[in-house]
């Protein structure tokens, strides 16, 4: 860091290759030597490939929509092209080690002079043209390092743009996977509910046989009726829930909402694996883009501090300006119409030290705030993967406890009814066991669920799947591409939105400036 007085010592300025301001370098970040569930034989902490993790449910339609979406996703496609923005900025900041003004300039005046001024005897040509061509030229010389610093700042800036972008890829890849379990889960919710509102409907004909031989009353007929009437609302409650995971899918895939189920066809809750590859959580530094990109923040910010603190010291610059006068066109370009000038100068804010200091205290307070950033971005990660991982792993337990729940839920429906049928126990008991069934079955397709989503949680929290712009995808079977705006839209004539921008290849984090 800087000196209290705000100046860079020279051993210092030596060392970082003549530039003021702090070389970066990483800091540490707080990571656990292992999983909290590291001993579990599902937990593999060998490292992985993960650049195509959603292939491990085998589910073509949910290959399908990952690639459709990284292709359409419009929130994807705002990443993209502030990746493009960012590249700019760099090649802006490059431009500025060359002389920054460097302009042609030409011109023509028709000059008339007062003739009732002071010193107007003097005057020997009252009206006259004059022609004026020229190039000038100002170069600040980057002596303390302000420019070279400046373009640090820019180079890591965008390569937190590929990071955010690369973040915002595994958060849509998460996002399609974690919708379409969902909408599979509640068509299987659905399912289950369907399967029982037949169930009862047998019940209510069993129930409405009796009553009419007169072998029961009219309260098993309502208890019947109105525990089917329960059943057959949820359904629709269900499948309010169902469009909006529809919609929501829609919306990832970059196209308006529409019914999506024609075009997925009938499928099962995605099936997991039992196990699945961690590594350590060290592995989540290199992994996790949004945790490179906070570190890739953190060092952009390091070199505007290097900025600030360049303001101490004097601009140094060369000038000049050579070019052509004449009164008459004919003799612009001629040796004795040159003129010009060129020189060294400066210029020195040295009264503005204290405006100067609390700008680079500012700075390093920033480069603090975005260093404790990286750091919880380190710590989120690592929660990150160990809910994942314990959503994924209790929740296959807990699917194989209520699927033997339900099993025997069944069979209890079915010796309830032959014992009613029989006389042996009343109506209520059989009406107690089919909604408990009711109940049971829809927690079922839950817990199933979560299998697939604990997993998907896993997986978006290691931060893989980013590699696939590096990759082609094909996509059948779904819908059409979204239409691009056109000129109507505020595009030029004949032009379209470009295709989804690709980043620029992956630099290393961290490392000196």
């Keep these: 860091m800087v000196s209290s007085c705000g100046c860079t010592p020279l051993q210092e300025y030596i060392r970082n290759g003549f530039k003021v301001g702090p070389n970066y370098g990483r800091p540490p970040a707080p990571v656990a030597q292992n999983w909290i569930d590291a001993a579990d034989e599902r937990v593999r902490t060998e490292s992985a490939d993960l650049s195509t993790w959603w292939t491990v449910f085998n589910d073509p339609v949910l290959d399908d929509l990952v690639c459709y979406a990284y292709r359409q996703n419009l929130t994807l496609r705002e990443a993209g092209f502030r990746v493009l923005e960012a590249r700019a900025q760099l090649g802006i900041a490059l431009g500025n080690i060359l002389p920054q003004t460097q302009d042609m ?20 040509k009252r009206f006259f043209g004059l022609w004026n061509y020229g190039f000038n030229l100002a170069w600040e010389l980057d002596f303390w390092g302000r420019f070279r610093r400046t373009i640090e700042y820019n180079t890591d800036s965008l390569d ?62 309502d208890q019947a009726q109105s525990t089917l009437a329960q059943t057959e609302a949820l359904i629709p409650e269900l499948e309010i829930m169902l469009r909006q995971f529809n919609n929501q899918l829609c919306i990832l895939l970059g196209i308006p909402p529409e019914e999506l189920q024609a075009k997925l066809g009938p499928g099962r809750i995605p099936s997991a694996p039992p196990e699945v590859a961690v590594g350590i959580p060290a592995d989540l530094l290199r992994r996790r883009p949004d945790v490179r990109r906070a570190e890739r923040q953190l060092a952009a910010q390091s070199a505007q501090i290097g900025v600030a603190d360049a303001e101490f010291y004097p601009h140094i610059s060369i000038t000049g300006t ?55 971005a380190v710590l989120t990660a690592n929660q990150d993967v160990e809910n994942g991982l314990v959503t994924f792993l209790k929740a296959q337990v807990r699917t194989r406890f209520q699927a033997e729940s339900v099993d025997h839920a069944k069979k209890a429906v079915k010796t309830a009814l032959v014992q009613y049928q029989a006389g042996i126990i009343d109506f209520t008991r059989v009406t107690q066991l089919e909604t408990t069934l009711v109940q049971l079955e829809d927690t079922l397709a839950l817990a199933q669920g979560e299998i697939g ?35 109507e839209k505020g595009l030029a004539p004949g032009r379209a939105v470009p295709a989804q921008p690709e980043p620029s290849p992956k630099k290393p984090a961290g490392g000196g400036a």
Excluded: M
């Design 105 to 124: 300039t030409g011109e023509y005046l028709w000059n008339a002079v007062s003739n009732r001024t002071a010193n107007h005897s003097f005057i020997q």
């Design 453 to 487: 989503t604990g997993l998907i949680q896993v997986y978006r929290a290691l931060g893989g799947g980013w590699q696939i712009r590096l990759n082609d995808c094909d996509t059948t079977g779904l819908p059409s591409p979204a239409p691009q705006p056109t000129e």
């Design 322 to 376: 050579f070019g052509y006068s004449a009164e008459f066109f004919k003799d612009l370009f001629r040796t004795s119409a040159l003129n010009g000038n060129i020189g060294p100068s400066f210029t020195w804010n040295i009264l503005n030290y204290g405006r100067i200091l609390n700008n680079v205290r500012l700075q390093e307070a920033t480069f603090q705030e975005l260093a404790a950033t990286y750091q919880n």
């Design 160 to 221: 937190a743009s590929v990071e955010n972008y690369d973040a915002a890829l595994v958060t849509l890849l998460g996002d399609v996977a974690t919708n379409y379990a969902q909408y599979r889960t509640y068509e299987q919710r659905i399912a289950y509910a369907r399967d029982n509102v037949s169930v009862q409907r047998q019940t209510l004909k069993i129930v409405q046989a009796r009553f009419n031989a007169g072998t029961t009353t009219s309260l098993d007929l």
